[in-house]
């Protein structure tokens, strides 16, 4: 079992930052890509980021490219997802998942584990 758990969510203004983390316990976090969706009020869950194992690779959903970076410690077994230009259209519940895998999946149904997710709310 993995557990995980997101932190960093908030309340920002349009054009602002915030930086999610994901903290994970349980197996060893480096045998797990990591992969960050969200989840909009009446929305389908989206795939907004994922990266390999070792951190050398990164994929991104089109909505946020060159907006946000996704990242990972392995020695502190977290990841990370820093989000700038914050746009009213980016507030949802974000989740982080983990999957056991070496590739870098962005299909809900190839991750493992789920974290309960973090608001996150982009006023105008």
């Known amino acids: 079992q993995v557990q995980l758990a997101e932190s960093g969510g908030g309340l920002v203004q349009a054009g602002g930052s915030l930086r999610l983390s994901c903290a994970a316990s349980g197996r060893t976090f480096i045998n797990y890509a990591m992969g960050w969706f969200r989840q909009a009020p009446g929305k389908e869950r989206e795939f907004v980021a994922a990266?390999?194992?070792?951190?050398?690779?990164?994929y991104y959903g089109d909505s946020v490219k060159g907006r946000f970076t996704i990242s990972r410690d392995n020695a502190k077994a977290t990841a990370y997802l820093q989000m700038n230009s914050l746009k009213p259209e980016d507030t949802a519940v974000y989740s982080c998942a983990a999957a056991a895998l070496a590739s870098v999946p962005m299909i809900q149904s190839s991750y493992d584990y789920w974290g309960q997710g973090t608001q996150v709310t982009v006023s105008s």
């Open positions: 990266i390999s194992r070792g951190g050398g690779s990164t």
